[in-house]
């Protein structure tokens, strides 16, 4: 095998058309963050309840200690979509803490006593036992406050499609297996990272200066920053330091082999140095899906992804991680199956673990120089500049010409020309000015008050359905998996290892049967049915017979009625009768609807608002009324500019991706407002509320105004009998009430409409009142 | 209350503008028919199991005997539509007796001795047993031959909106209620129905000879007329005669009032004449919706409707009953209710009695005249006629004009014009010439081998999908109430007192979720669903971009495919590959099927034949294959003869109303033969298979093959997999299979798709093959 040779490489996956393949892969982010009071103080509430069982949520669980929370995302074909689903998971935990925050730094907060400090707790079961067992472990070893240091792992592997190209490619003679190829191919980048790894400390290192609080024996050795934290002049990253999340010391490991690493952890064992692999500290990790019997999975099935253990959080990213340099990571580690390897001799690895240290701990100045294998020296700008042109050329070689990638790595040798952009230098500066806990609470709850504002939509899921994004957010938050069955029809499959369900569209489940759902969708069956149930819905029938429709006057000749073509644009041909219609007006009114349409529905006519009630099992769940797209005036803008300013709102958007569409001044609109004798020009006067349109739908740029704690119970019981008449688990009940004060319903409501397909995001961000939590109510339904 | 005066009536109807609405009514028919063997000897066995308990089907259950069926129709709008209902439930009846005939007589077949005719036996309820109790009271007073002399009932009412706009205007002063004003319009009919209905008696009048093993005491005083029968030389019906089902005695009962009536029915019950009003055997009744407590009811809510029980079977008519002989009864209600009563003398009534015995044992003369109100004379023809004619006169005055009313006017006239068209001489003319038993027994085999024919149609609802009618029988024969819903729809309610089950075109219902359709729905997802339950479905993807298919070229490279447009007319565009493909034909074929449309299908290439498995619960219920549109040539025919043919068959029909479709020899199929080289003018040789279509839609012409007895277990449990994958209760599994012979499934099948509304109709009247029953399985499967 020639893997060794960037030449080599070069050839295949040329000669294989795979260069596009080659940048992908699967990406997953793990994250840890402590939970601060509002002091700054390290939180000692228990883990919240809302995430479920610890060890079950795939998503969000603790790491050591339970006011450790840990994020960890699911496998993305791109790193983009990991970050992306990282920000969800941070936004969703940071929504769910009372009063509290994430720490935004990977060096805690204020800490308590050791013995104060929390460590996770778990269930009874054996599972949860040997976690709390094995915490209660490292804390006696390492101590709690050293635990509590939190960081980001990054998890990449190739695709299988490419290895196997490449492997078919190299191994035609049959000389190797894939399990053997695919080891070397994650080996050789595992030692080149080894050798190269100062770079990232150097680019993305942002632990250091440490809290007061923290443990003595390492800031008896700092130097005193401000009032409330010690540091080191130079350092990087305190957490990658000697005196950081390591080792007690630095442990042999042969990485020439995956016998020969399996071999060394083993003599670590057996020599008492580790308890068992997952307690060796590495930078890099070499990892199987199968997460029992590592090393066992290691000798059976290969090295299966590898791990980046290195990364500290960000405190000047929202959710402490910069995209750009999880995206440069990516990049390195392709310069690392390509950089040549002359000669394999682990004796190497001593000095690149020094390189390491001395980065960590002293790398933020401008001369420092690393020791070359040929002894010579090479200053670290130099070195930084070679990693970056090495990539260069290697993409260039392959003909991956890329925006975002050139800006990633323009990025990243911004820091190497400048040791002001590093994350420390201004880190250090911050903290200089505001104190350590200040600069980091006050970043943690400017944070907080942003995510607030975005948080309505699931990051890289912003082209389903809001209300299908909403019902996502649910199933993260309660550690259910989820599957994109088809993303344009909004298909998703939630499963959290004990049921499964299908659902569509956020309210289409499988609660409601076959049938139901048909009888909703027929408004004719729908009313025959409401009226077997004695449920008022208005009288009336559809005509496309004039003569028909004329001889049945009799029929509504005692009640006010609304005569309209079936389908109308600007109001046209509706005539509305708030008296008890002559014989001559009504045949009048039913040869102006026939005008526009040829079917026509001569219906009863029912004064009052409409209401939109979602029934959930046997529950109203949240009223919504809604109002025409409108404005208000203000005696100085057109309704143009009026429109312009409420469609600024963040709320507003296009195509069902915000809570609130945005008005738009189409020709329905404009006919609406000729009829008025108005124009877009026109200005309405202060308070002046001017409609839009006719219809209310939020689609068409309506607001929706809560009135769940408002409408009498008597309604909500009415919503609930009409869904119970079609057996409607879930329901949008379109009521009409006259009078919301007259708790008598007899003359004051009617069922306009049932909707086995109720958006539930309108009623999370109403554009007047507050989240009714459709999204949990939609998951609790399912006995999720 | 002007009521009584003909001019006064039409004066009030014009003026109102509702003369089609005294057209219009509530009709209802119930009919007797004793079942016989096929010897005509009056069958002794149970009534069918299949029919449910006898006082809950409300369609089908038994009279005086077990051995004698009563048929009973809901109430319609039409007559017309109430006789094909009867049709309908006759047809369902007759089917489903195990070689035993209806006969189509109201006197019966070949009676064994009183004490053998068994009595029909309920069920151990309170109602049950008083059913039972009633009986043997009847058959102890009346014996139990004449409890089988078996007829037809006549429901009638105008509907309550005509009566309410009369009495509207009629009681302008509010001087009368309106049920006292229903009261006397129905009681006006009666006493003039009670005058004229002799002449029902003479059209339609039937039931005379009578067989040997008739009660001695009536047939000793009749002439022989054949070796097993007896009778009087002008009867017209020995049912209605003095000898047939009668009280033992005239009863004088009074219409003058409701109230003087059931003064009357009380003393009588006093009296002992009558245990109760029911057994008050008279030509016409009052009666209540409401049938417990007649009496009462009738005082409380008056007369609801009115009941005419003189109608016998006619032999002459498949059902036993001439829908123009109803819609004359009706006609002759009409008249009942506008013919001038001057004054009401109850005593007159003695003469009419006297009337009608007359004419049903001595009717059937060309001179038989009745005594007039004023004593004169006057002969049965011109009664007759001016009965007809006051008919006409009154339809005239009203400007009613109908075709088929004309018809129906004509048909009664023909028959006294000239005696000979009476019923009951063609009937003397026919046992004469072949005995009586072999008469009526070869009817009732002729008809039964008609309605064999025949009845996949639900009459009456011959515009629902076949698969929907399919249903409703089986719900009929299982006395389940039924409703449609919404007719274009295929939308019904069955509802049989314990529960309801909303349906759409039959197979929609509520034993399967919401989710399971959408997954159903959605062949993406179906896909994943299915590969997910490792069962097999082609590999392959949609395509819309012509370069990414072409990448993908390494997915395909080591199975056979078809590349195909998504939509193609005449298969154009398609590409079959039998063998592996080379990258260069595999990129011709995409760029091809990409000049049919924008969007392309690269699919594995499943060989073999393509069955629809009916999966409903855990079984399959039925298999078929279907062959594409085409015809067997003969060597002489042209292909459009052969069609032509081919489409004679009484299956074929035309918008899935019947089992199968006309094949037509449109663009498509025209296009299809040009393809080889054919045209429809084109002459295949003797069995030579022409194919006219490449799909095998039966909706196209397609042919249906029953498979249910012949693929191996196997792939019926490969079937229940797949709908259990989706969680399906009714599902059509379409599954390719290589070879049907071959019991290992491993690479000799694929699921091409899962249906969620598949139709029944096509299993139930295959092509070749047997009724698989669907409509039973749908029904035992919903748990009725």
């Known amino acids: 095998m020639e893997l060794k040779i960037k030449e080599y490489l070069f050839n295949i996956i040329e000669k294989l058309d795979i260069n596009d393949e080659l940048l992908q892969g699967n990406f997953g982010i793990e994250k840890e963050n402590t939970r601060v009071n509002k002091n700054g103080e390290l939180a000692l509430t228990k883990h919240p309840?809302?995430?479920?069982?610890?060890?079950?949520?795939?998503?969000?669980?603790?790491?050591?200690?339970?006011?450790?929370?840990?994020?960890?995302?699911?496998?993305?074909?791109?790193?983009?979509?990991?970050?992306?689903?990282m920000h969800n998971l941070h936004e969703i935990v940071s929504l769910e803490l009372k009063d509290e925050y994430l720490w935004p730094q990977s060096l805690p907060g204020i800490l308590p006593s050791e013995k104060e400090i929390?460590?996770?707790?778990?269930?009874?079961?054996?599972?949860?036992?040997?976690?709390?067992?094995?915490?209660?472990?490292?804390?006696?070893?390492?101590?709690?406050?050293?635990?509590?240091?939190?960081?980001?792992?990054?998890?990449?592997?190739?695709?299988?499609?490419?290895?196997?190209?490449?492997?078919?490619?190299?191994?035609?003679?049959?000389?190797?297996?894939?399990?053997?190829?695919?080891?070397?191919?994650?080996?050789?980048?595992?030692?080149?990272?080894?050798?190269?790894?100062?770079?990232?400390?150097?680019?993305?290192?942002?632990?250091?200066?440490?809290?007061?609080?923290?443990r003595e024996?390492?800031?008896?050795?700092?130097?005193?920053?401000?009032?409330?934290?010690?540091?080191?002049?130079?350092?990087?990253?305190?957490?990658?330091?000697?005196?950081g999340y390591k080792n007690k010391e630095r442990l042999d490991v042969d990485y020439t082999s995956?016998?020969?690493?399996?071999?060394?952890?083993?003599?670590?064992?057996?020599?008492?140095?580790?308890r068992d692999i997952k307690e060796y500290y590495s930078p890099i990790r070499l990892k199987t899906k199968n997460p029992k019997n590592p090393l066992e999975q290691l000798s059976e099935n290969g090295i299966e992804y590898l791990e980046i253990r290195m990364l500290d959080l960000n405190p000047f990213n929202k959710i402490g991680l910069e995209l750009k340099d999880l995206e440069f990571i990516h990049l390195f580690l392709i310069f690392c199956l390509f950089e040549d390897e002359k000669e394999i001799d682990m004796k190497k690895f001593e000095q690149y673990d020094t390189n390491h240290d001395a980065v960590a701990i002293n790398g933020n100045m401008e001369n420092i120089k690393f020791v070359r294998d040929d002894g010579s020296e090479i200053s670290i700008?130099?070195?930084?500049?070679?990693?970056?042109?090495?990539?260069?050329?290697?993409?260039?070689?392959?003909?991956?010409?890329?925006?975002?990638?050139?800006?990633?790595?323009?990025?990243?040798?911004?820091?190497?020309?400048?040791?002001?952009?590093?994350?420390?230098?201004?880190?250090?500066?911050?903290?200089?000015?505001?104190?350590?806990?200040?600069?980091?609470?006050?970043?943690?709850?400017?944070?907080?008050?942003?995510?607030?504002k975005e948080s309505f939509n699931l990051k890289g899921y912003e082209d389903l359905e809001l209300s299908t994004q909403i019902v996502l957010k649910e199933a993260i938050k309660r550690g259910i998996k989820f599957e994109i069955l088809d993303r344009e029809e909004n298909f998703i499959l939630l499963d959290n290892g004990i049921k499964k369900e299908y659902i569509k569209q956020a309210t289409k489940t499988s609660l409601d049967s076959y049938?139901?759902?048909?009888?909703?969708?027929?408004?004719?069956?729908?009313?025959?049915?409401?009226?077997?149930?004695?449920?008022?819905?208005?009288?009336?029938?559809?005509?496309?017979?004039?003569?028909?429709?004329?001889?049945?006057?009799?029929?509504?000749?005692?009640?006010?009625?609304?005569?309209?073509?079936?389908?109308?644009?600007?109001?046209?041909?509706?005539?509305?009768?708030?008296?008890?219609?002559?014989?001559?007006?009504?045949?009048?009114?039913?040869?102006?609807?026939?005008?526009?349409?040829?079917?026509?529905?001569?219906?009863?006519?029912?004064?009052?608002?409409?209401y939109r009630f979602v029934v959930m099992g046997d529950r109203v769940v949240a009223i919504l009324h809604r109002v025409p797209a409108n404005v208000k005036g203000d005696g100085i803008k057109t309704i143009k500019e009026l429109v312009e300013e409420k469609n600024k709102d963040f709320l507003r958007?296009?195509?069902?991706?915000?809570?609130?569409?945005?008005?738009?001044?189409?020709?329905?609109?404009?006919?609406?407002?000729?009829?008025?004798?108005?124009?877009?020009?026109?200005?309405?006067?202060?308070?002046?509320?001017?409609?839009?349109?006719?219809?209310?739908?939020?689609?068409?740029?309506?607001?929706?105004?809560?009135?769940?704690?408002?409408?009498?119970?008597?309604?909500?019981?009415?919503?609930?009998?009409?869904?119970?008449?079609?057996?409607?688990?879930?329901?949008?009940?379109?009521?009409?009430?006259?009078?919301?004060?007259?708790?008598?319903?007899?003359?004051?409501?009617?069922i306009i409409e049932l909707n086995f397909n109720p958006a539930i995001h309108i009623h999370c961000y109403p554009y007047q009142g507050k989240d009714r939590k459709l999204g949990k109510e939609v998951l609790d339904l399912l006995g999720f």
């Open 217 to 243: 024996e390492c800031i008896v050795h700092m130097n005193k920053l401000t009032d409330d934290s010690f540091f080191y002049e130079n350092a990087l990253s305190f957490r990658n330091s000697k005196c």
């Open 381 to 452: 700008k130099e070195k930084g500049y070679f990693v970056i042109n090495s990539i260069k050329d290697i993409l260039n070689r392959l003909n991956i010409n890329n925006e975002n990638i050139e800006k990633v790595l323009n990025y990243q040798k911004e820091k190497i020309d400048n040791k002001e952009k590093t994350y420390i230098s201004k880190l250090i500066k911050e903290v200089k000015e505001n104190g350590f806990i200040n600069f980091h609470l006050e970043k943690a709850k400017e944070y907080l008050e942003e995510i607030k």
């Open 653 to 750: 958007g296009e195509g069902y991706k915000k809570p609130l569409e945005k008005i738009k001044l189409g020709e329905v609109e404009q006919m609406f407002l000729k009829n008025q004798n108005k124009s877009i020009d026109y200005i309405p006067q202060k308070n002046e509320i001017v409609y839009l349109r006719e219809n209310s739908n939020i689609s068409t740029g309506g607001d929706s105004i809560d009135y769940t704690d408002i409408i009498p119970e008597i309604y909500k019981e009415i919503a609930i009998q009409s869904a119970k008449a079609v057996d409607a688990k879930i329901c949008g009940v379109d009521m009409m009430i006259k009078d919301i004060n007259n708790i008598n319903p007899e003359g004051n409501y009617a």
């Open 49 to 85: 309840k809302i995430f479920g069982d610890k060890l079950k949520n795939p998503y969000i669980t603790v790491d050591f200690s339970e006011s450790q929370i840990e994020m960890i995302t699911p496998i993305f074909d791109i790193v983009e979509n990991a970050h992306k689903f």
């Open 118 to 214: 929390p460590i996770a707790e778990f269930d009874d079961s054996k599972e949860g036992k040997y976690a709390y067992e094995y915490r209660k472990y490292l804390a006696e070893k390492y101590g709690k406050k050293l635990q509590l240091l939190s960081g980001i792992h990054f998890n990449f592997s190739f695709k299988d499609e490419f290895l196997l190209k490449l492997f078919n490619e190299i191994n035609k003679e049959n000389t190797i297996s894939y399990k053997d190829f695919k080891n070397e191919v994650y080996l050789k980048i595992t030692r080149n990272y080894l050798k190269y790894r100062w770079i990232l400390i150097y680019l993305i290192g942002a632990s250091s200066p440490i809290h007061n609080s923290y």
């Open 258 to 274: 995956i016998d020969a690493f399996i071999k060394s952890i083993k003599t670590l064992i057996s020599q008492g140095k580790l």
């Open 515 to 610: 049938s139901t759902v048909l009888i909703m969708e027929n408004k004719l069956v729908t009313k025959k049915v409401l009226e077997k149930n004695n449920i008022k819905v208005p009288f009336g029938e559809h005509y496309i017979d004039i003569n028909k429709a004329k001889k049945d006057y009799y029929k509504y000749r005692d009640m006010k009625i609304v005569v309209k073509p079936k389908s109308t644009n600007f109001g046209l041909g509706i005539s509305i009768f708030t008296e008890k219609p002559n014989q001559n007006d009504y045949e009048k009114a039913i040869e102006i609807a026939f005008k526009e349409d040829n079917s026509i529905l001569i219906e009863e006519y029912i004064e009052g608002k409409e």
